[in-house]
C-alpha cells in the first residue's frame, strides 16, 4: 500500500522569506515521489519528481525539494515566497515497485505568502 | 495551447440528469487518467487507460460512472442518474506511456460539476 501525509493544512510565510511544505510517505518499494500545485478552479500543474540519484531535486518556479529516505520524508521548499506562490500544493506518491502507474495524493497544503 | 484540454469548464445540472465530459490529452500521450476532487481533498483517482484499454478502476467508480477512450485519443467521462454526492471537480490527466515507472502526468483544468 502507498500513502502520503502532508501533516499542515496551512502555511503563512512572508514575503521574501524560506518556505517549507512538508510531506511524508509510505511505500513497500521505492517511492516517485511528486510536487504538483493548484491555483483556485484550476488543474493540477506540475512542479517537480524525485526518481532516484540527488536527494535535492530542483524544479519550476525555483522550487526544490529534498528527499530523506531515513525519514521517508519529501519536503517542498523554496529560498525567497513570492505572494504569487499562494496557492493549494499537493505531494504525491507511487510505489515504483508496486506494477500500478497511480500515484496516491496528499489532502493538501495551503500557501499562503503574506506582502 | 498543447495541454491537456476539459469540457466543458463548468456544468450544472440536476439530480437525475445525466452528464458526459470530455478530456482531450496531450498529443501522442498514451496513457489517460480520471480523477475526482472534492473541496479540501487531493485527487481521487477514478480510472485509466493505455492507449484504447481500460486498465484500472478505482472502487469510487460505481456502476453510474462509465468511461471510455474508443480510438485512443479523446476520453469521455459519463454520470448517470447524478446525485449531489457526485459534485466534484472532475480532472483528466494524461501522460507519455512511453518512459517506464517515471511516467509523469499532466493535468487537465478540470470540469466542476454541481448538482442541484
Known amino acids: 500500500a502507498q500513502s502520503v501525509a502532508q501533516p499542515e493544512d496551512q502555511v503563512n510565510v512572508a514575503e521574501g522569506n524560506p518556505l517549507t511544505v512538508k510531506c511524508t510517505y509510505s511505500?513497500?518499494?521505492?517511492?516517485?515521489l511528486f510536487w504538483y500545485v493548484q491555483y483556485p478552479n484550476r488543474g493540477l500543474q506540475f512542479l517537480l519528481k524525485?526518481?532516484?540519484?540527488?536527494?535535492l531535486v530542483k524544479g519550476s518556479y525555483g522550487f526544490e525539494a529534498e528527499f530523506n529516505k531515513s525519514q521517508t520524508s519529501f519536503h517542498l521548499k523554496k529560498p525567497s515566497a513570492l505572494v504569487s506562490d499562494s496557492a493549494l500544493y499537493f505531494c504525491a506518491v507511487r510505489d515504483m515497485t508496486g506494477g500500478s502507474y497511480i500515484p496516491t495524493f496528499g489532502r493538501g497544503t495551503s500557501l499562503i505568502v503574506h506582502p | 495551447d498543447t495541454g491537456v484540454s476539459q469540457d466543458p469548464r463548468h456544468k450544472i445540472t440536476k439530480r437525475g440528469q445525466n452528464v458526459t465530459f470530455r478530456c482531450d490529452p496531450i498529443?501522442?500521450?498514451?496513457?489517460l487518467y480520471w480523477y475526482r476532487q472534492t473541496l479540501g481533498q487531493g485527487p481521487e483517482f477514478l480510472t485509466y487507460f493505455q492507449n484504447e484499454a481500460q486498465l484500472e478502476k478505482s472502487r469510487l467508480l460505481s456502476d453510474r460512472f462509465s468511461a471510455e477512450r474508443p480510438k485512443g485519443s479523446f476520453s469521455t467521462l459519463e454520470i448517470q442518474r447524478t446525485e449531489q454526492g457526485d459534485s466534484a471537480m472532475y480532472l483528466c490527466a494524461s501522460s507519455p506511456g512511453t518512459t517506464g515507472a517515471t511516467d509523469t502526468q499532466y493535468f487537465g483544468p478540470g470540469t466542476r460539476l454541481t448538482v442541484l
Open positions: 524525485y526518481i532516484t540519484g540527488d536527494n
Open positions: 511505500v513497500s518499494g521505492n517511492p516517485y
Open positions: 498529443s501522442e500521450h498514451n496513457r
